[in-house]
């Protein structure tokens, strides 16, 4: 995705808000603010922004499953299967 056409002055922001948040919330595209010429911060939708964290969630969730592996912390699914049938017929 190209952020060249989502750029906009700091000044822009402050005389347009209401129309940017419209436009944020229509078309959920970021939008990139730039102060003297240099980018400075991005402004979303809150939609876009709730799926950005939680896609970020998952991520980070299996990032953790893949250094198990790593480091040999898994058994085999037959094992974990006998361990909870017997904890089943226990209970």
């Not at 700091?10 to 229509?26: D, P, Q, W």
């Not at 299996?62 to 909870?84: F, H, S």
């Amino acid at each position: 995705m190209r952020y060249t056409a989502q750029v906009k002055p700091i000044s822009y922001l402050k005389s347009h808000a209401a129309e940017v948040l419209s436009r944020l919330a229509e078309q959920r595209e970021p939008l990139v603010i730039t102060q003297n010429g240099e980018a400075r911060a991005v402004l979303q939708d809150v939609a876009s922004f709730e799926e950005t964290q939680e896609t970020m969630a998952l991520l980070k969730i299996l990032a953790l499953g893949n250094q198990d592996i790593a480091c040999g912390k898994t058994r085999p699914v037959a094992d974990v299967v006998t361990r909870l049938r017997t904890r089943r017929v226990k209970d």
